[in-house]
């Protein structure tokens, strides 16, 4: 007993380790590569390259449906059989429903742009990230099969083959022709075409080409409150680069989304770290294994805040090496947003205990009363603090957002643990 806990332990730190080398390697990759993308970008482009990554972000819900949720919720809950014709059939269906959705995104775009009086260009940065995000949706369910069958060799060469070969790609376009950020955005679209390629072949393999009703039926009517819920936390996470556009100051934007990607280098390291424990959450959750889930959770906010003092200490230095020494005066954004993304790894924890359990509705109800203050609080910190109040917003509003989902998993724990105390007296 003792030997094959012991040998689990190993297993378990061994992977752990594998998973460890994705952020590693991505971080290493920006690190490197970084200072030539500052040299050959201007800081307007910058802020385009950032607000656009935020559009995407809300329409990509629209894109993927939430499909990605859906499939690892009954992951453990169906066979291996089952769960290849679910995924074929998830494919399939988001592939032909952006076949109608992607043309008609663009052109609400196109007049959002005109009757908002936008000095954001439109053409041809949206359609060169717009057509990128929607090849890439059908990649992450290859991902999810990575993580969630323990294959961490497969999932780091899966997820920084995609980062590395991007990054390399666009280095080609920028360095060669010079197309500075359509260059950028041309290179991740090749590789998102790449990856959409090999997707599909491993997908497929074997597999009857055809969409399931029956499984899609099921999956939108789970997913329905996600849709709405995730919209409404993306305006949580993504509305302070809206606000920000919509001061019309393009340098301010630019600085702040500079702050912003480097806030996003402690948010990479850290993210694949609660990618290895994710399976292990929706486990014991779904087994209602408190104690280990405790411990995991523990474990999480120790690594997370050790982090973030670690990239208060560090990060004059990495934002003068980063941009070349041009754009130090985004280390004030990059200091407050660092918060935020720390606070969303929390968020991370308990929302999957939360879809383990499959509260779809609790989490929409969350999101509906952390979107609608968070609003106002966006509007007051632009009017009387712009952009520095934005940032200090988004701290808040995740603040707001993991006050409500504690209450609500605590409350769940209290209630699992009198339901298994009756039990035991029943017995």
């Given amino acids: 007993m003792v030997a094959a806990n012991k040998a689990n332990l190993l297993a378990?730190?061994?992977?752990?380790?594998?998973?460890?080398?994705?952020?590693?390697?991505?971080?290493?990759?920006?690190?490197?590569?970084?200072?030539?993308?500052?040299?050959?970008?201007?800081?307007?482009?910058f802020g385009y390259f950032g607000y656009y990554n935020t559009v995407s972000s809300y329409l990509l819900i629209i894109y993927n449906l939430s499909f990605q949720t859906y499939y690892m919720s009954v992951y453990f809950r169906e066979s291996e059989s089952e769960r290849k014709a679910t995924l074929v059939s998830l494919i399939m269906f988001t592939m032909a429903w952006n076949l109608l959705f992607f043309p008609i995104s663009l052109g609400a775009l196109y007049l959002y742009f005109k009757f908002s009086h936008s000095i954001?260009?439109?053409?041809?940065?949206?359609?060169?990230?717009?057509?990128?995000?929607?090849?890439?949706?059908?990649?992450g369910f290859i991902q999810v099969n990575f993580r969630m069958e323990q294959k961490p060799v497969l999932f780091l060469i899966w997820v920084?083959?995609?980062?590395?070969?991007?990054?390399?790609?666009?280095?080609?376009?920028?360095?060669?022709?010079?197309?500075?950020?359509v260059g950028r955005l041309i290179g991740i679209l090749l590789v998102e075409l790449v990856f959409f390629i090999v997707t599909i072949y491993?997908?497929?393999?074997?597999?009857?080409?055809?969409?399931?009703?029956?499984?899609i039926r099921v999956a939108l009517k789970k997913i329905a409150p996600l849709i709405p819920a995730s919209l409404l936390l993306l305006t949580i996470i993504s509305f302070d680069n809206i606000a920000v556009e919509r001061m019309k100051q393009p340098k301010q934007l630019g600085?702040?989304?500079?702050?912003?990607?480097?806030?996003?280098?402690?948010?990479?390291?850290?993210?694949?770290?609660f990618q290895a424990f994710e399976p292990d959450i929706y486990k014991h959750a779904v087994l209602k294994d408190h104690?280990?889930?405790?411990?995991?959770?523990?474990?999480?906010?120790?690594?997370?805040?050790?982090?973030?003092?670690?990239?208060?200490?560090?990060?004059?230095?990495?934002?003068?090496?980063?941009?070349?020494?041009?754009?130090?005066?985004?280390?004030?954004?990059?200091?407050?947003?660092?918060?935020?993304?720390?606070?969303?790894?929390?968020?991370?924890?308990?929302?999957?205990?939360?879809?383990?359990?499959?509260?779809?509705?609790?989490?929409?109800?969350?999101?509906?009363?952390?979107?609608?203050?968070?609003?106002?609080?966006?509007?007051?910190?632009?009017?009387?603090?712009?952009?520095?109040?934005?940032?200090?917003?988004?701290?808040?509003?995740w603040t707001l957002l993991l006050i409500l989902q504690l209450l609500f998993v605590y409350s769940k724990l209290r209630k699992h643990r009198r339901e298994r105390e009756l039990a035991l007296q029943a017995s």
């Fill in 255 to 273: 600085l702040y989304n500079i702050g912003k990607s480097l806030a996003q280098f402690l948010y990479t390291a850290l993210y694949p770290f």
């Fill in 160 to 181: 920084s083959g995609f980062r590395v070969a991007s990054i390399l790609v666009s280095l080609y376009f920028i360095l060669g022709p010079e197309m500075h950020l």
């Fill in 291 to 397: 104690r280990r889930l405790k411990n995991i959770g523990a474990l999480i906010v120790g690594i997370t805040m050790l982090a973030l003092v670690s990239f208060w200490i560090v990060a004059p230095y990495l934002i003068r090496y980063l941009t070349a020494g041009r754009y130090t005066a985004a280390l004030p954004y990059a200091n407050l947003l660092a918060i935020a993304c720390c606070l969303n790894i929390f968020f991370a924890y308990f929302d999957a205990v939360i879809m383990a359990w499959q509260q779809t509705k609790v989490h929409l109800y969350i999101n509906i009363v952390v979107a609608t203050l968070s609003i106002v609080i966006y509007a007051v910190a632009s009017k009387y603090w712009e952009a520095m109040g934005i940032a200090v917003a988004c701290d808040i509003n």
């Fill in 12 to 45: 378990k730190v061994k992977t752990t380790g594998l998973y460890l080398l994705v952020p590693l390697i991505n971080v290493v990759a920006s690190f490197l590569t970084s200072p030539i993308f500052a040299r050959y970008l201007t800081v307007e482009e």
């Fill in 120 to 139: 954001t260009p439109l053409y041809p940065f949206a359609l060169l990230l717009l057509g990128g995000t929607v090849l890439g949706i059908p990649k």
């Fill in 202 to 215: 491993l997908a497929f393999k074997n597999q009857k080409i055809r969409i399931d009703i029956a499984v």
